[in-house]
């Protein structure tokens, strides 16, 4: 239905910054929200932020809370993630994708992209 392409990630110095980018495309977007997920190897994936792309309505986990920011671009139908105060533990492969509705579950998420990696050293 829809494809996705992350971009922005690298390797960052821990307590630095770091904006990935979302980009969205394909004749049809209905989506309700759009998300980041994270995956480190050897552990399982989880979840990050989620927008509500409608109302800008955010959902964040709690070990990125207060730090991380996702932020929605209605008229390029892209999503962002603003990454601060950075910690070696945010070292994973980013996702992000779409859902029908503004979760936190993983199995509400339908179109995935593929990824971009985000190192951070200490």
């Known amino acids: 239905q829809v494809q996705l392409v992350e971009s922005g990630g690298g390797l960052v110095q821990a307590g630095g910054s770091l904006r990935l980018s979302c980009a969205a495309s394909?004749?049809?977007?209905?989506?309700?929200?759009m998300g980041w997920f994270r995956q480190a190897p050897g552990k399982e994936r989880e979840f990050v932020a989620t927008?509500?792309?409608?109302?800008?309505?955010?959902i964040y986990a709690d070990s990125v809370k207060g730090r991380f920011i996702i932020f929605r671009d209605s008229d390029k139908i892209a999503v962002y993630l603003q990454m601060n105060s950075l910690k070696p533990e945010d070292t994973a492969v980013y996702y992000c994708?779409?859902?029908?509705?503004?979760?936190?579950?993983?199995?509400?998420?339908?179109?995935w992209g593929q990824g971009t990696q985000v190192t951070i050293s200490s």
């Open positions: 994708a779409t859902a029908e509705a503004c979760t936190r579950s993983e199995p509400d998420f339908g179109s």
């Open positions: 394909g004749r049809t977007f209905s989506s309700y929200g």
């Open positions: 927008i509500r792309w409608s109302g800008g309505d955010t």
